[in-house]
Nanobody
Framework: QVQLVEFGGGLVQPGGSLRLSCTAS????????MGWYRQAPGKQRELVAS???????EYADSVKGRFTISRDNADNTVYLQMDSLRPEETAVYYC???????????????WGQGTQVTVSS
């Protein structure tokens, strides 16, 4: 059984920062890719950022230059540093892990429970 536990959501003012973390625990010895999605009310879930075991990263165009994804392979933890947050980025943020490289349309292996991020004054 693998569990992903997320921390770091909350309420922040526009222009502020938050740091999310997600730790994978259980019977999992190798993680290829980790990342974050978000889902705002009434909208589809969208990929925010991803990072491979080797450190290659990808970001949604809307967050480039403001968000930074990183990971600690020893602790199976992924982080998302979010700066200059905007109200439209209010959403539930979900982490995921993939044990191996997957085809583009395949589902991710494991998901976190989600953490609420609210950007409001």
């Amino acid at each position: 059984q693998v569990q992903l536990v997320e921390f770091g959501g909350g309420l922040v003012q526009p222009g502020g920062s938050l740091r999310l973390s997600c730790t994978a625990s259980g019977i999992i010895s190798f993680i290829y890719e980790m990342g974050w999605y978000r889902q705002a009310p009434g909208k589809q879930r969208e990929l925010v950022a991803s990072i491979t075991r080797g450190g290659s990263t990808e970001y949604a165009d809307s967050v480039k230059g403001r968000f930074t994804i990183s990971r600690d392979n020893a602790d199976n933890t992924v982080y998302l540093q979010m700066d200059s947050l905007r109200p439209e980025e209010t959403a539930v943020y979900y982490c995921y892990v993939d044990r191996f490289p997957r085809p583009a349309r395949a589902a991710h292996d494991y998901w976190g429970q989600g953490t609420q991020v609210t950007v409001s004054s």
